[in-house]
């Protein structure tokens, strides 16, 4: 097996790939090379924060009628040439050069290092690129689309800690989502988010009631005390954000 890896250029903001896309032509390959059994990220979305890399796995299957330059690869496309999402790809292609190959890729993210927009989170499709030896290349469309997203944050504080059975405790928190254009964590607003509950001695939370953030991403409701145990925030997510939950705040009940 030899592995190769491509890194990306910076254009206007955006990643692109290591050659210009003139297009994206649906269907089977007419040019040389054909993609199939296309996995990314085993199906999931591809949450990204503001600081660590993500490192993507991929798979697929590429059949070529001409000897390729290096190995086949897949990767994120949208809205036409220049609209493309990776930073680095390694990728660990067949000791032959022409007929079946079974490849796997991983496609690495990093906000740390390069520059991503937040309009970059939503749904990309996938393509496959090959190159070859006589200076031809084929680029297809494959079918799968991927969600990109913006991974979320939350906190808790329940209190008081510890409460007389019957009182009300109050549960505060707040939601902020990854900024990718400033690095950092903001507010996000408006979500409809889930509190639970794990009673001591238990192994899953259950939901309690769903509360709205307010415009700064702040949580708050207050419960009645029943017995000890612990309280998390639990958000789902969207197509653009990444589900996450708060640790969890224990309150004992007296």
């Known amino acids: 097996m030899g592995k190769q890896v491509w890194r990306a250029v910076a254009a206007g903001g955006a990643a692109v790939v290591f050659t210009a896309v003139a297009a ?9 090379a054909s993609f199939s059994r296309v996995q990314v990220n085993g199906g999931k979305p591809i949450v990204i924060g503001t600081s660590k890399e993500v490192a993507v796995p991929a798979s697929f299957r590429v059949v070529t009628t001409r000897k390729w330059k290096w190995p086949p690869l ?20 067949c000791p032959y050069r022409v007929g079946t190959c079974d490849i796997t890729e991983t496609l690495h993210f990093d906000p740390s290092e390069w520059a991503m927009r937040n309009s ?26 991927v969600h990109v997203q913006r991974n979320s944050r939350l906190t808790v504080n329940a209190s008081p800690e510890p409460v007389a059975k019957g009182r009300t405790i109050t549960v505060t928190g707040k939601v902020t989502r990854a900024n990718w254009e400033t690095r950092k964590y903001a507010p996000y607003g408006g979500r409809h988010v889930s509190l639970q509950f794990k009673p001591a001695g238990a192994t899953s939370y259950a939901t309690v009631k769903k509360v709205y953030a307010n415009s700064s991403g702040a949580l708050k409701t207050t419960v009645k005390a ?4 612990t309280w998390r925030w639990a958000y789902y997510g969207n197509t653009t954000t990444g589900p996450s939950t708060s640790s969890g705040d224990n309150v004992a009940v007296k």
């Open 24 to 32: 994206v032509p649906a269907g089977a390959a007419e040019g040389g």
């Open 74 to 93: 897949v990767f994120l496309y949208r809205n036409g040439a220049d609209d493309t999402l990776w930073h680095d790809i390694g990728t660990n292609g």
């Open 120 to 145: 970059e989170a939503g749904v990309w499709k996938v393509a496959g690129e090959a190159h070859f030896q006589d200076g031809g290349r084929d680029v297809d469309a494959t079918g799968l689309t």
């Open 226 to 229: 029943s017995q000890t145990g």
